[in-house]
């Protein structure tokens, strides 16, 4: 089964969809980006691009139009407007899509699959906070059901006041309300399902957050096999009952108990998996290329043992201090990734560097 595919499109011009595009150079595909900004990473190896609102229809569908079909780089894409680009072709579905964006249904997709998850109820205008009383012993974690990644939108809360005083911050939007996991470890599965329903998985990711944002990543994670087990057998389910192509992200905690939660899915390319780039044999955006446009694939495969160190903000001016500490001195070898933005932001992913063995 082949697409004939020679032109791909890519919704986001961040440094997702700069790695996708070159992906797609490399493998002899043109490559045609939408931003809604210029002077954007991904300008770096688009063929042409595209700029517009991400809900201006009608640009869109120009953009469409030039392509043989669409992929994207973050989640937070209107489903409403790609629903009216009325293309077959867009990858990973915008079903699964539209599951990701709202976290009561990313809940209640667990649930009816029978995956194990943290969430304890829903919030919102409609339901009384005393009904869910019952149900909640504190600290839980309050989170938007919309619009949230990176840590926003979400907050601890150690009691019924502050969960109140929580919810009127958060504006009263609809908000999912969890249970605080004894966090032992946070792990990440990149798996990939192709057009012709093959299935692909990278052992598993272990990943640490400072600030809600994404610190170090260790690949492979070396958990317990038995667990790494179960964690591909949940990741395999979830990505089968998605009925998905492309690459899938499914984060997950583990407690002190071994106690498996999933956390959430991301229908896209991970920071996660960046290290990918240069520790194993095929990285996570060519994997995630070759699966929506039917080329062939090789089973992934872990080639070196790696540690991929996010660089937010100002630290994208201190690589060389940043590669000379301590705990980085057991590799041998170094690869820095700048994204070539513009303006330094506290919180903003600037670029990272890659340690491999």
């Not at 790609?82 to 009561?104: N, V």
């Not at 966090?183 to 400072?210: G, M, W």
């Not at 958990?223 to 591909?232: F, Q, S, V």
């Not at 998996?273 to 062939?296: P, V, Y």
Request: proline share 2%.
């Amino acid at each position: 089964m082949s697409l004939k595919v020679s032109t791909v499109g890519i919704i986001g011009g961040g440094q997702l969809g700069m790695f996708l595009a070159h992906s797609c150079s490399k493998l002899g595909l043109r490559v045609f980006v939408y931003s809604d900004s210029k002077k954007v990473p991904a300008e770096k190896y688009a063929d042409k691009m595209f700029y517009g609102s991400f809900e201006d229809i009608e640009s869109l569908k120009i953009f469409s139009s030039e392509v043989d079909l669409i992929t994207y780089e973050f989640e937070n894409v209107s489903t409403e407007a790609l629903k009216k680009l009325k293309r077959k072709k867009i990858y990973p579905p915008i079903s699964a899509l539209t599951i990701s964006q709202d976290r009561k249904k990313e809940k209640q997709f667990f649930s009816k699959n029978k995956i194990n998850h943290a969430g304890i109820g829903l919030l919102n205008k409609k339901q009384n906070l005393k009904k869910l009383e019952s149900l909640i012993q504190y600290p839980v974690i309050i989170k938007t059901t919309r619009f949230g990644y990176d840590g926003k939108g979400q907050a601890l809360v150690q009691n019924t006041k502050n969960l109140k005083r929580q919810w009127k911050e958060n504006k009263y939007q609809d908000c999912i309300i969890e249970r605080k996991i004894n966090l032992k470890e946070e792990v990440s599965v990149i798996c990939a399902r192709d057009i012709k329903q093959n299935f692909y998985f990278y052992p598993t990711f272990a990943n640490v957050h400072k600030d809600h944002i994404l610190f170090e990543t260790t690949s492979p994670s070396n958990i317990d096999a038995k667990i790494e087990g179960e964690l591909l057998k949940i990741s395999r389910r979830i990505i089968t009952k998605l009925n998905y192509i492309g690459l899938l992200t499914i984060e997950f905690f583990l407690d002190k108990e071994n106690n498996i939660f999933v956390n959430e899915i991301a229908p896209r390319v991970h920071n996660s998996g960046h290290i990918t780039l240069d520790n194993a044999n095929i990285s996570q955006f060519e994997l995630h290329i070759r699966a929506i446009t039917g080329k062939k694939i090789l089973k992934p495969k872990i080639l070196k043992k790696g540690l991929m160190r996010n660089l937010i903000g100002n630290e994208i001016k201190k690589v060389s201090r940043i590669k000379y500490m301590r705990r980085y001195k057991g590799f041998k070898k170094s690869i820095k990734y700048d994204y070539g933005k513009k303006i330094v932001k506290g919180g903003r992913k600037m670029g990272h560097i890659n340690f491999i063995s």
